[in-house]
Nanobody, 120 residues
Framework: VQLQASGGGLVRTGGSLRLSCTTD????????GAWYRQAPGEQRELVAQ???????TYSDSVKGRFTISRDNAKNTVYLQMNSLEAEDTAEYYCNVRVRVPLTLAEFDLWGQGTQVTVSS
């Protein structure tokens, strides 16, 4: 099973983008997810997280602008990004926990990065 991330692109300051992340095998159900980002020369940082209960947490730098959500029917985790700033420019990575079909076993998956570029 692999994770597929999409939705990145080039946007002007103040604009919006929505990132999506889903598995290529829907029998591996997503139970929790997170989005990280890494700018050139910087360490990867946690941007937003949603746990199995649906509780969400955000980094201070995106709080109030970004929203993480999970659509169980589509087995997809989203990151809605509004009021984008130049400082949000980075490669964004999805990380999810999936449940192995017919078991209670879970493991983590990382998606390929999707580039978000915010221009002024």
């Amino acid at each position: 099973v692999q994770l597929q991330a999409s939705g990145g692109g080039l946007v002007r300051t103040g604009g919006s983008l929505r990132l999506s992340c889903t598995t290529d095998d829907s029998t591996f159900r997503i139970t929790a997810g997170a989005w990280y980002r890494q700018a050139p020369g910087e360490q990867r940082e946690l941007v937003a997280q949603i746990i199995s209960s649906g509780t969400t947490t955000y980094s201070d730098s995106v709080k109030g602008r970004f929203t993480i959500s999970r659509d169980n029917a589509k087995n997809t985790v989203y990151l809605q990004m509004n009021s984008l700033e130049a400082e949000d420019t980075a490669e964004y990575y999805c990380n999810v926990r999936v449940r192995v079909p017919l078991t209670l076993a879970e493991f983590d998956l990382w998606g390929q990065g999707t580039q978000v570029t915010v221009s002024s």
